[in-house]
């Protein structure tokens, strides 16, 4: 089990290179498209392994009820959705994947039996993976742009995966590789970190995650962590990624003014709301603003009586868009991680809003570091749902979920003098 739990851990970081570096090999579509959800089957897996624990023992202990309750009844709406506004099967699938995978993982390390050995594997596993994304990162972001084009052939792998809207024939058209955000400072594109990801939109949510969990999960660092975490950070700036920047600044607030979970939720929605309302008055909504005009106008289609959304797989940026002649960042929803569930699922996506708050109110009552820091963490992670659609991606993103499930599952908590007490792992 230990083995398996940090194999998943790491292939989450790695798979993407990996399967560019077999293409490169073997050759055929396989390594770019079925290939990355080896990490699904790994997941499914360890499903199985507790399955078939629970039937051996005859038991099972369901802690924090309430939750699982919650993501029960979420499924079930995603389901009722997708049969009863039916897109094309590859596209219900997809979505139906990025709509409910954290939570299946979260589930997944709620349940299993995990000791104090498996945790403490699962933590070094981290920081070992942290160590060589970014090391990985720092190598392939000073080597000339031929290490991509010509040595790994990206584009061509690129052209293999039908399921790929941002393809390009070399990584200096491809928003992957360069953006054009700091245009206005520099007067030309900028080349972005990759790493092992491949892409630096989910390499940023792997980092942000990283250096949250490392910086505030512990007070006593050593050298080499801190040498580890000032590496992450330098990394996230390299990704130009602008939810790196809205996840450091966001933790950064919520470690020095301490507000309940749901109170930082209800101000996120609404401060994204008016603020997109304001440069929607205006006519801002592309580009950078997309965003914000996607989780705009899906909320804005849900109160317009559109309660059950378009469908699962008829919206958001993997959706069968009706209107996707007017372009992902123009379309209801578009652009916005939030705003892509809002536009498919309607109010079940207010559901999936209760349960990260209801995740996030646990972990804030256990008093320790760590459970502080993966509030810290999930609610950078909100805001970067609010914002972008690329938080619905599983690689960089779940590892919150992850660790989340773990620490809510193996801490056992008391109450006293109306305070939560961390007493021991879970043997």
């Known amino acids: 089990m230990q083995q398996l739990i940090s194999f998943l851990i790491a292939s989450i970081s790695f798979l993407p290179l990996a399967s560019l570096l077999l293409f490169n090999v073997i050759g055929g579509d396989f390594f770019s498209t079925k290939f990355l959800l080896l990490k699904d089957v790994v997941i499914f897996l360890l499903l199985l392994i507790y399955a078939a624990y629970l039937i051996q023992q005859f038991t099972i202990k369901i802690k924090y009820k309430y939750i699982v309750i919650l993501i029960f009844v979420y ?20 979505n139906m994947r990025r709509a409910a995978m954290h939570l299946i993982v979260f589930l997944l390390f709620i349940f299993v039996p995990l000791s104090s050995r498996n945790i403490n594997a699962a933590h070094k596993t981290i920081v070992l993976v942290s160590w060589a994304v970014c090391l990985f990162g720092f190598v ?3 080597l000339p742009d031929s290490f991509w084009n010509d040595f790994l052939n990206i584009a061509e792998y690129w052209s293999t995966n039908k399921f790929d809207p941002w393809a390009a024939e070399s990584i200096f058209y491809s928003g992957r590789f360069y953006s054009w955000d700091l245009f206005l400072i520099t007067g030309e594109k900028e080349r972005r970190m990759v790493s092992t990801y491949l892409e630096p939109t989910t390499l940023s949510a792997f980092l942000s995650f990283a250096f949250i969990y490392l910086n505030y999960g512990q007070t006593n660092k050593s050298v080499y962590v801190k040498i580890l975490i000032s590496m992450i950070f330098i990394c996230g700036i390299l990704t130009l990624s602008k939810g790196f920047l809205l996840s450091f600044i966001s933790a950064w607030l919520l470690f020095r003014i301490k507000l309940h979970p749901y109170a930082v939720i209800i101000l996120s929605l609404l401060v994204f709301y008016l603020a997109a309302a304001f440069l929607a008055s205006y006519g801002i909504t592309k580009g950078a603003f997309s965003h914000v005009n996607g989780y705009y106008t899906a909320v804005n289609y849900l109160l317009d009586g559109n309660l059950f959304g378009k469908g699962l797989g008829s919206a958001g940026n993997y959706g069968n868009l009706a209107d996707k002649h007017e372009g992902i960042g123009e379309a209801v929803g578009g652009e916005s991680g939030l705003g892509n569930m809002l536009a498919q699922t309607g109010v079940a996506a207010l559901l999936f809003v209760i349960i990260i708050g209801a995740i996030c109110s646990e972990l804030v009552k256990i008093n320790s570091h760590i459970s502080r820091s993966l509030n810290l963490a999930m609610m950078a992670w909100f805001l970067t749902f609010i914002y972008s659609a690329s938080s619905l991606g599983i690689s960089g993103n779940v590892y919150v979920f992850i660790f989340s499930g773990i620490y809510l599952s193996h801490f056992k908590i008391r109450r006293k003098a109306n305070k939560y007490y961390a007493l021991e792992w879970a043997k």
């Open 75 to 94: 499924f079930v709406c995603l389901v009722f959705n997708a049969i009863v506004f039916y897109s094309s099967l590859a596209e219900i699938v997809l």
């Open 140 to 142: 392939e972001y000073i």
